[in-house]
Nanobody, 123 residues
Framework: QVQLVESGGGLAQAGGSLRLSCAAS????????MGWFRQAPGKQREFVCG????????YYTDSVKGRFTISRDNAKNTVHLQMNSLKPEDTAVYYC????????????????WGQGTQVTVSS
């Protein structure tokens, strides 16, 4: 069992930055690939980015490439999402999730989820 808790959300201006964190407790997070997803109002939850168990491989959806960076610290059981050059369309609730297989864009493969943290980007 893994518990995930996101933090770091808030309000930012367009062009600004935010850094999200996901703290894992329970079974060591290095057992899992980790992903960030987001859900904007009235839209379905979508994959944002993912990172492999070791942190050696990452994958980003096209809309955030070059702006967002996912990283992990397995010693501290944390995953981070550095978000730069934020846009109003990045406004959403952001969720971290754990996948026991490998990086996946399919959210159905993720078995543990955090409660989400709100990110709001003003224009």
């Amino acid at each position: 069992q893994v518990q995930l808790v996101e933090s770091g959300g808030g309000l930012a201006q367009a062009g600004g930055s935010l850094r999200l964190s996901c703290a894992a407790s329970g079974r060591t997070s290095s057992t899992y690939a980790m992903g960030w997803f987001r859900q904007a109002p009235g839209k379905q939850r979508e994959f944002v980015c993912g990172i492999s168990r070791s942190g050696g491989h990452t994958y980003y959806t096209d809309s955030v490439k070059g702006r967002f960076t996912i990283s992990r610290d397995n010693a501290k059981n944390t995953v981070h999402l550095q978000m730069n050059s934020l846009k109003p369309e990045d406004t959403a609730v952001y969720y971290c999730a754990a996948d026991p297989t490998d990086i996946a864009t399919n959210q159905g493969l993720y078995i543990y989820w955090g409660q989400g943290t709100q990110v709001t980007v003003s224009s």
